[in-house]
Nanobody
Framework: QVQLVESGGGLVQAGGSLRLSCTASGSTIGVMGWYRQAPGKQRELVATMGIGGPANYADSVKGRFTISRDYAKNTVYLQMSSLKPEDTAVYYC????????????WGQGSQVTVSS
């Protein structure tokens, strides 16, 4: 069983920045990443990263968001810059164990609100 604990959401003005963090425990993690879900919309990929990269980004966030990992801490980060009101959503961390690649785990979700 994998536990994911997220932190770092909040309210920011358009053009501002936020950083999300997610720490995994309970297993060695292969792929980690972030998805988001805006009100009335389906959950969508934001960014993912395997062990050693490369990173994979949604077109809507390329050039503005950066995913990174601290393997020693089993933590994934999402640095979000030049935020837009349309980035407003609940952001979910996701993780797949290295030795159980068919399993996928989700964090509790972090609200990110970007005001115009």
């Amino acid at each position: 069983q994998v536990q994911l604990v997220e932190s770092g959401g909040g309210l920011v003005q358009a053009g501002g920045s936020l950083r999300l963090s997610c720490t995994a425990s309970g297993s060695t993690i292969g792929v980690m990443g972030w998805y988001r879900q805006a009100p009335g919309k389906q959950r969508e990929l934001v960014a993912t990263m395997g062990i050693g990269g490369p990173a994979n980004y949604a077109d809507s966030v390329k050039g503005r968001f950066t995913i990174s990992r601290d393997y020693a801490k089993n933590t994934v980060y999402l640095q979000m810059s030049s935020l837009k009101p349309e980035d407003t959503a609940v952001y979910y961390c996701t993780a797949t164990p290295v030795f159980r690649p068919r399993e996928n785990y989700w964090g509790q979700g972090s609200q990110v609100t970007v005001s115009s």
